[in-house]
Nanobody, 111 residues
């Protein structure tokens, strides 16, 4: 069973950048579909980005062109590079594999 630990969140002003990390243990992420999802109290769970074993990626329209999902197989780590952050990106971010998630990392975009 995979264990996932997210980190890298924080408070940034609008237009700022953050890179989230998700370290996996117990199973290799290189052969898995991996996603980033986010949750806010008012909006529920929202899918953000996906990367497949082949490296194919997909993004929610709300983050396309601003966020980049990537993976370092040697480190068994998933990343989410976020640029040009907006207040509406404020949420708890989780990496997800087959509905397994870690504790999440909070991203707050505010001036």
């Amino acid at each position: 069973q995979v264990q996932l630990v997210e980190s890298g969140g924080g408070l940034v002003p609008p237009g700022g950048s953050l890179r989230l990390s998700c370290v996996a243990s117990g199973s290799s992420i290189s052969i898995s579909d991996m996603t980033w999802v986010r949750q806010t109290p008012g909006k529920g769970l929202e899918w953000v980005a996906f990367i497949g074993p082949s490296g194919s990626t997909m993004y929610a329209d709300s983050v396309k062109g601003r966020f980049t999902i990537s993976r370092d197989n040697a480190k068994n780590t998933l990343y989410l590079q976020m640029t040009n952050l907006k207040p509406e990106d404020t949420a708890m971010y989780y990496c997800d594999r087959d509905s397994s998630r870690g504790q999440g990392t909070q991203v707050t975009v505010s001036s």
